[in-house]
């Protein structure tokens, strides 16, 4: 038996076993991959590179972004568990994706995956809200940019994190990203994102005991500053708050 007619036979298994035992869910799809690790700063892949694969996020957060000609860096998001990489109709990958922190993930073959999809209604429909969530984010992400102040840009993006976050009660908003991270998705420079932080923390807003976390400590003034009120009563405490930690102007990486 050669082993055209042995890939033949495998290839009809597989399909006999596809309708046999319908997939659950589009994560059943990945799970017997083998897990890939990446450290903070490496690339999955490239902005232009062959879409070969779909990615699933297991643990860890990545950045996705695009280089412009004059070199300048923009983050279009932020994934996170469960996100899935790569899915587009284009033959190439639209944008670059970094780890931020340690990043496990698995990955699938593009055309195995959309003939699963093709095959199984259940995950067509999980896949649609796959990317309605993505369509989402980008028009957070909208939303963002057109905020007037500095101010409302991080209330709203440390909102953002906040509610992207599994426990959502909590007063700790994780930040794994750089504040250069934050300033390119938001279309800012480092030193406003740096200088707003510290305007916020001074005025009681928010505490920064950790370089990669905030806790929120007026949640109901965080909120009206994400909506645009700038009232005099959350301006900044004329005795300042000293910072539990020495300024770093941080680079490029995580």
């Known amino acids: 038996m050669n082993a055209q007619v042995v890939s033949m036979q495998d290839a009809r298994t597989r399909a006999t076993c596809s309708q046999a035992f319908p997939v659950a869910d589009l994560s059943s799809l990945f799970a017997r991959q083998p897990v890939e690790r990446f450290a903070p700063a490496q690339a999955v892949f490239w902005e232009g590179d062959e879409a070969t694969h779909i990615f699933e996020v297991t643990v860890g957060m990545l950045r996705a972004l695009r280089l412009l000609s004059d070199g300048r860096r923009i983050i279009v998001g932020f994934l996170r568990p469960r996100d899935l990489l790569g899915v587009s109709l284009k033959e190439r990958y639209l944008y670059t994706v970094e780890a931020v922190s340690s990043v496990e993930l698995r990955r699938f073959p593009r055309r195995r995956f959309e003939e699963e999809v093709a095959r199984h209604s259940n995950l067509?429909?999980?896949?649609?809200?796959?990317?309605?969530?993505?369509?989402?984010?980008a028009q957070d992400q909208a939303v963002l940019l057109s905020r007037r102040s500095a101010e409302e840009k991080l209330a709203n993006f440390f909102l953002l994190m906040r509610r992207n976050q599994n426990c959502k009660q909590t007063s700790i908003v994780d930040l794994p990203m750089t504040r250069l991270d934050i300033a390119d998705y938001l279309g800012m420079t480092i030193e406003t994102v740096s200088r707003t932080i510290t305007k916020l923390a001074n005025s009681g807003v928010i505490a920064t005991p950790e370089r990669r976390s905030v806790t929120v400590l007026k949640m109901e003034t965080l909120r009206s500053l994400a909506d645009g009120d700038e009232s005099d009563y959350w301006t900044p405490s004329p005795y300042r708050v000293r910072s539990m930690h020495p300024p770093v102007r941080e680079g490029g990486g995580a």
């Open 124 to 137: 067509q429909q999980q896949l649609f809200s796959r990317l309605r969530d993505e369509m989402t984010a």
